[in-house]
């Protein structure tokens, strides 16, 4: 649905037409208190986070996890970003159930499609994470 918007340009008005946009569906609406924790802990940990469609606890709980598997390793070398993927995945896998993807890197590109309340991504040093949740669904062979 088109909606007329008025603006000035260069002193004259100038009508534009703005679209609507459909709904992405259910997102996590945090209150306040929510948002300002869990900022708060993204400073404490030197997390800068992105995009996410997933509760506070569960980013907190992803944040945390990230931080302690990269200071974990970093007296010994540099983190390995497959075995911090593995790690995280692990994690949410036990926690909220199968079906949890991670990619960790320094440059990667992605689109994917995540279940509802299932998706944050953050930088945290170097490397970025994309954590997500895909639905399992069983499928029954023929004749069964």
Not at 3 to 13: A, R, T
Not at 49 to 78: E, F, G, K, N, Y
Not at 98 to 109: I, L, M, N, R
């Amino acid at each position: 649905m088109e909606s007329p918007v008025l603006h000035k340009f260069k002193g004259k008005q100038v009508m534009q037409k703005q679209l609507s946009r459909p709904s992405l569906g259910p997102t996590h609406e945090r209150s306040p208190a929510e948002e300002v924790e869990l900022a708060a802990t993204a400073i404490s940990l030197d997390v800068r986070l992105r995009p996410s469609d997933m509760p506070a606890h569960m980013q907190d709980r992803a944040l945390r996890c990230a931080r302690l598997l990269i200071d974990s390793s970093a007296p010994v070398s540099r983190p390995n970003p497959t075995h911090l993927a593995r790690a995280l995945k692990k994690e949410f896998d036990s926690l909220y159930g199968p079906a949890w993807h991670c990619v960790v890197g320094t440059s990667f590109g992605s689109f994917v499609t995540h279940s509802p309340g299932g998706f944050v991504y953050f930088s945290i040093d170097s490397l970025s994470v994309l954590l997500f949740k895909t639905e399992v669904q069983l499928v029954a062979e023929p004749g069964a």
